[in-house]
């Protein structure tokens, strides 16, 4: 038996916790009575196994557990891209224009490893800190979390398009140098790895 508190109390504990409520929690426990199961499942439990158990159907119970939480993660990345492209047509025409420029500078620079955000603001005749500031408060997003949501979006136009035939060809024309950084972040962001898309 656990101390302290048992297995329901536990998951009540994570379940309320503002740091732990999104992770998943699967109960392994010898108890088999259905009110004890419906019990737990209605405080926020993720998934229940009861011993004896199979190591690969808990493998099988871990894996889905982790897909269906990747996929609430791609789609809340997905609606506040959604949201801030909405909120780009409601803006005012100089501010549709700044942000334009933003974009077209880091799509005309898109290979350029030493792009920074001193180099953009430059070209588009700004300080840094007043871009910052501006791309802040029009997006919601950092200016380099801005760059990069340009980047990985015209990577995967790219690989739709496929405009070249390897994913490492991508990944160098968008400004990135390091394939492997680059794919488990592009698969964050989409869901799918960039050779899904390719293939």
Known sequence: MMPVMNGATLIKHLKTSENFAAIPVLMLTARTDIKEQLAVLRIGLDDYLTKPFDAAVLKAHLNHLIEQARQQY??????????????????????????????????????????????I???????????????????????????KEIR?????????????????????????KSEKLFSRNFKKRFGKYPKELLS
């Open 152 to 176: 990985f979006r015209e990577a995967k136009r790219m690989l739709i398009e496929q405009e070249y035939s390897s994913v490492k060809a991508v990944v160098y024309s968008v400004g990135f």
């Open 74 to 119: 791609v789609s809340k990345e997905d609606e506040l891209m959604n949201q801030l492209e909405v909120k780009l047509l409601a803006f005012d025409p100089k501010e549709q224009e700044f942000l334009k420029q933003v974009e077209q500078t880091v799509i005309e620079n898109l290979g350029n490893f030493d792009l920074t955000l001193e180099k």
């Open 121 to 147: 603001s430059h070209k588009i005749g700004l300080s840094e800190r007043h871009l910052s500031r501006k791309v802040k408060e029009l997006t919601k997003l950092t200016a380099n979390q801005f760059v």
